[in-house]
C-alpha cells in the first residue's frame, strides 16, 4: 500500500447531498449551527446549500438565509450547488468560493433529474461556468451516473469522458465522479479510472460514492491506488437513495476518516467533532444514521 | 484485477456467530426452516450452530435438536462450534462434517472469552482436534481478534502466526482468521497476509471480518488480492458486536455476494436465496438487519 496518498481532501457534503435526500425538514437555525460545527472540525470544504427551485428540493430552500448566516471560517473552501445562471446569481450574492454545475453521464438519467437532454445542458453549464469564473470562483463538475443508470444500466467509461471533455472545455476546475445510485464494484472503479486518468491529470478527479450497497470503502480504497486524493462524503452517511426508501446514501465521512486515519493518510480532520457534528444532526433528523462507525461508538459510550 | 480469485468459498456463519451475539430467542423449528433455506442457497459451508455450554450462549441452547433435525444438503459442509471433548461428542453425535475450534490471539482476550490462559488453552483444543481427525472430521481453527483486540489494543502478527503455528501442529486443517471487533482497515490485512502467506500456503487460510466500522468489504478485496478465496459471512450481516449494542457484526453475505458477483468472481450462491433468507430471520428477530444491499433491495421492492 506504499502507493497511497499521504493526503486526502474530504469535502463534506451532508448540508447539500446529505439534507436533499432526507424527507425530514431541519430548522434553519440548527443547520447554520450544524455547518457552523462542520466548518471547526478541520475539514476543508463544505458544500453547505445548492441554489436550485425550491420546489425541487424543498429541504434546502433556505439556501440564501443559510449562506449569509453562517460563520465562515477562512480556511474553508464553501460552495454551493448551481444549476443556472439564475442559482449561481444567488449563490454569488450570498457567498460562496466555489460553484457546482451537475449533469449526468446518462442521458436518460440526465432527463428524469435535470428536465434536459444532456445536449440541451451543455449550453446552459457553459453560460454558468463562465460567469462563475468571471466572477473568480472555482468551479468543479458533478457528473453523476458514472457507472450505472437507474434507467440505462451500465454506462460505458467513453460517455463519462463525452461529458468531462465538455464540462472540461467550459472551464470547470475539477470533475467530481459520481456513482450516484451507489452500485459500482471495485473492477468498475478501475475501469473508468483506467480511462479518465489516461486523459486528465487525477489532480482533476474527485471521486463521489454512495454506499447503497457497502462497497464505497472498498471502491475509496481502489481510487486511491490509483492516486486519486480528493472525495466527497457525507456526515454519519447522510442522505438516503431516491429509489430505495431507507437505504444508505453518500458514504460516511466518519467511515472515510476511519479509513484513512486507520491508514495514516492525514486529512486535518478531527474524528471526534465529526462524530459530535452527527450526533447533532442525527438527533434533530430523529433517526439513526447509516454511519458503521458512529453507530459502534455512539454505541460503545 | 487480474489477480483476483476466480472462485471463492463461503462460509455461512449466520446460524452460529450471527445468532449467538442476537439477544432475542429464535424458535427452534424457525432455525431449522432456516437452515434449510440456506442448505438451498448453493452455499457449500454452513456453520450451523455452537455445542457450547447453553450458559455461556443461551441463543445455541438448542443446537443438538438443530443438528438432529435440518435436512442435510450431500453438497453441503455442516460445521458446528466445539469448545471442548464434551462438545466435540454432542456435535459428533448429532453431525457434523468439520469441527471449528476456537481461541485467541490476544491472551487477555482468551482469558475473557474461554476463562483460559492462552497456554491453557493448547492442550483442550489438541485434544478435541485428535478426536475431530480421528472421527474423520475436518477441523477448522478459529483465531481470533488478530488485529485488534478490545483489552490489549494492536496484535502483533507474531502472536498470530505463534497460535496459527500449534493449531497446525495439533492438526486443524485450515485456519480462520478473525478481526472479531471489526477494527481492521486495509494496510493492517496487508500486513497480517505478508506474515501469514510466507509461513502457510493460502489454501490454509479463511478470512473472518466483522463490518463494525464498515471496512469488511475493503478488507475482503485486500485479502482477496493477496490470493485468500474462503471468507466467513453472515446472512443480513446477523449478529451484533458485545462491545457495542447496535453496531454491525459480521459482514454481511449479501453485501460480499454483491461484491463478488459484481467482480465476476463465482461463489455457485444464488443472491435470490440469499434475499429470501435474510428476510425470513429478520422478520422472525423483529428487526432490520445491517446489510446494505438487503436494506436497498428490501426497500426498493
Known amino acids: 500500500m506504499s502507493n497511497l496518498p499521504k493526503y486526502v481532501q474530504i469535502k ?47 429541504a434546502l430552500a433556505d439556501a440564501r438565509i443559510v449562506g449569509k448566516q453562517i460563520k465562515r471560517n477562512p480556511n474553508v473552501s464553501y460552495s454551493a450547488l448551481v444549476p443556472n445562471l439564475k442559482g449561481l446569481d444567488f449563490a454569488l450574492e450570498v457567498g460562496i468560493d466555489r460553484a457546482s454545475v451537475f449533469m449526468s453521464a446518462s442521458e436518460t438519467h440526465n432527463l428524469n433529474n435535470i428536465n434536459k437532454s444532456i445536449a440541451e445542458t451543455y449550453p446552459i453549464l457553459k453560460q454558468v461556468i463562465e460567469e462563475a469564473k468571471q466572477a473568480g470562483k472555482l468551479v468543479t463538475g458533478y457528473v453523476s451516473t458514472v457507472f450505472d443508470c437507474p434507467h440505462e444500466g451500465k ?34 472503479v478501475e475501469q473508468l479510472l483506467e480511462g479518465v486518468l489516461r486523459h486528465y491529470q487525477k489532480e482533476k478527479i ?86 458503521r462507525s458512529l453507530a459502534y461508538i455512539k454505541s460503545a459510550i
Open 12 to 58: 463534506e457534503v451532508g448540508p447539500r447531498d446529505g439534507l436533499q435526500n432526507e424527507k425530514s425538514w431541519i430548522e434553519t437555525v440548527d443547520k447554520i449551527a450544524w455547518i457552523n460545527m462542520l466548518s471547526e472540525s478541520g475539514v476543508k470544504e463544505i458544500e453547505y446549500s445548492s441554489f436550485v427551485n425550491p420546489k425541487w428540493i424543498p
Open 155 to 188: 454506462i460505458a467509461p467513453s460517455e463519462v469522458l463525452r461529458v468531462c471533455e465538455k464540462l472540461l472545455e467550459f472551464g470547470v476546475d475539477d470533475i467530481s465522479l459520481g456513482d450516484t445510485i451507489g452500485s459500482a464494484v471495485p473492477s468498475q
Open 206 to 291: 474527485i471521486m463521489h460514492f454512495h454506499d447503497t450497497r457497502g462497497m464505497a470503502i472498498a471502491n475509496i480504497m481502489t481510487a486511491m491506488q490509483y492516486g486519486i486524493n480528493r472525495f466527497d462524503s457525507s456526515i454519519g452517511g447522510l442522505g438516503g437513495c431516491p429509489y430505495a426508501q431507507g437505504a444508505a446514501g453518500n458514504v460516511a465521512t466518519n467511515d472515510v476518516l476511519y479509513l484513512l486515519h486507520g491508514l495514516g493518510i492525514h486529512t486535518g480532520i478531527d474524528e471526534q467533532k465529526i462524530q459530535e457534528a452527527s450526533l447533532y444532526i442525527q438527533e434533530k433528523l430523529g433517526k439513526a444514521l447509516p454511519s
